[in-house]
């Protein structure tokens, strides 16, 4: 069956250090990978979108890779603040236009 | 970006009545929206699919007669609990994709309401 595993621990980071998320999928061969920000009691905000002929993708301090092969994609926030503790969320698209499967979601905490 | 709205963001109601859950897309047209589901500490599970004009599309395990889905619009979709009871009691968020958005918007990116948080007593 189709699975999406992330790090269910939550992570604890030092402000200004680098917290590196992982995203995991088995059955799976998704034509587009997202990565979503969540807040306690709030909606998903989207980050990024990465493409499956895409390697890399970077927005501000945030940084995505897509390996196909590993059937790996990897989240990284530089320079990390308290601002961004939350619960990151990857999902995978088949498709243009198809629904989106959501991973477990791991927590980030920066502390200063 | 786009903004999505849901009203109410809580509602604590009585098992046996029905809630509505509204979400609208304010500054685009969303042809299509997606309703999920989400327990504490757990990730989004998708509910259904609703295409404007057209009847949603449930996922397996999701009972259509119970969860009503109306997309009657290009900005506006309902999600009503019917006959509502304790184990309905969740977090319900909607998201919108609209056919692609003017500045250039990813044609797949989905925007999410804020959610409601849905108490049944």
């Known amino acids: 069956s189709q699975k999406i595993e992330q790090n269910s621990e939550a992570l604890n980071i030092q402000e200004g250090k680098t917290a590196t998320l992982t995203c995991n999928y088995t059955?799976?061969?998704?034509?587009?990978l997202q990565w979503y920000r969540q807040d306690p009691g709030r909606g998903p905000v989207f980050l990024l979108l990465?493409?499956?002929?895409?390697k890399e993708k970077r927005k501000e301090r945030l940084k995505v890779t897509f390996d196909t092969t590993l059937k790996q994609s990897l989240f990284h926030i530089t320079a990390s603040q308290p601002a961004d503790s939350a619960t990151y969320l990857c999902?995978?698209?088949?498709?243009?236009?198809?629904?989106?499967?959501f991973g477990g979601g791991t927590r980030v905490l920066v502390k200063p | 970006g786009a903004v999505v709205s849901q009203h109410p963001s809580r509602v604590i109601c009585k098992s046996g009545t029905s809630v509505k859950i509204e979400c609208r897309s304010l500054?685009?047209?969303?042809?299509?929206m997606f309703w999920y589901r989400q327990f504490p500490k757990k990730s989004l599970m998708l509910m259904a699919t609703?295409?404007?004009?057209?009847?949603?599309?449930?996922e397996q395990g999701v009972e259509k007669d119970k969860f009503l889905i109306n997309h009657a619009s290009l900005t506006l979709s309902t999600l009503t609990v019917t006959s509502a009871h304790p184990e309905d009691s969740s977090f319900y968020i909607c998201?919108?994709?609209?056919?692609?958005?003017?500045?250039?918007?990813?044609?797949?990116?989905?925007?999410f309401g804020p959610g409601t948080r849905l108490t049944v007593l």
């Open positions: 998201s919108a994709r609209g056919p692609g958005l003017a500045g250039g918007g990813i044609i797949n990116e989905q925007f």
């Open positions: 059955n799976y061969s998704p034509a587009y």
């Open positions: 990465i493409r499956e002929n895409e």
């Open positions: 999902a995978l698209d088949k498709a243009a236009g198809n629904k989106l499967t």
């Open positions: 500054d685009f047209q969303a042809t299509t």
């Open positions: 609703s295409n404007e004009g057209s009847k949603a599309t449930y």
